[in-house]
T-cell receptor
Framework: AQRVTQPEKLLSVFKGAPVELKCNYS??????LFWYVQYSRQRLQLLLR??SRESIKGFTADLNKGETSFHLKKPFAQEEDSAMYYC??????????????FGKGTKLSVIP | KAGVTQTPRYLIKTRGQQVTLSCSPI?????VSWYQQTPGQGLQFLFE???????NKGNFPGRFSGRQFSNSRSEMNVSTLELGDSALYLC?????????????????FGPGTRLTVL
């Protein structure tokens, strides 16, 4: 069955330090992966989609099919990066329908 | 463009009661998905509606049901509430595609409805 694992519940880094939020997935098909972010008192929003291969707010994520990983990275953490981050796998269920399978999330805390 | 709205934002119910939650998607979006978020299980997919039809359902008991109206607004209903149903219920909308087209469209999430079952 498909699964998304985020091994760290909480990650604390100092401002200016590199950040890596880990995400591993299990899926037999060709995965479509995302990172969602939820800032304090805001709604869940899409941060990155692997297929677009772009950098958003300095974050990048590379899909590694060999290691079944999709880690989120940023070279220099900022205080405004403090938030809850969710890795998600999109599954095609047929008839045009997709559903997202989420990891449990990692809370990133950037220490000033 | 107005975002996804959910009403009510907070609800307190007692065991055995039923509850109806409402979701208004972004204008032009035809697909509405529902998710349950709890501290223990995280975010879990409930069901997805497109053009008033349920196309997909997650692994939840039959007490959880939903529907979608012709204006794409959606409701979900939970009957015979249990303590374990206490959660944040999130709705997400997207343009969606018919069964003939396979293309993922970004899901935009609402603020959620916080349900507490006492």
């Amino acid at each position: 069955a498909q699964r998304v694992t985020q091994p760290e519940k909480l990650l604390s880094v100092f401002k200016g330090a590199p950040v890596e939020l880990k995400c591993n997935y299990s899926y037999s098909g060709s995965p479509e992966l995302f990172w969602y972010v939820q800032y304090s008192r805001q709604r869940l929003q899409l941060l990155l989609r692997h297929i677009s291969r772009e950098s958003i707010k300095g974050f990048t994520a590379d899909l590694n099919k060999g290691e079944t990983s999709f880690h989120l990275k940023k070279p220099f953490a900022q205080e405004e990066d403090s938030a809850m981050y969710y890795c998600a796998l999109s599954l095609y269920s047929g008839a045009g329908s997709y559903q997202l399978t989420f990891g449990k999330g990692t809370k990133l805390s950037v220490i000033p | 463009k107005a975002g996804v709205t959910q009403t009510p934002r907070y609800l307190i119910k007692t065991r055995g009661q039923q509850v109806t939650l409402s979701c208004s998607p972004i204008s032009g979006h035809r697909s509405v998905s529902w998710y349950q978020q709890t501290p223990g299980q995280g975010l879990q997919f409930l069901f997805e509606y497109f053009s008033e039809t349920q196309r997909n359902k997650g692994n939840f008991p039959g007490r959880f049901s939903g529907r979608q109206f012709s204006n794409s607004r959606s409701e979900m209903n939970v009957s015979t509430l249990e303590l374990g149903d206490s959660a944040l219920y999130l709705c997400a909308s997207s343009f969606g595609t018919s069964g003939r087209v396979r293309r993922y469209n970004e899901q935009f999430f609402g603020p959620g409805t916080r349900l507490t079952v006492l």
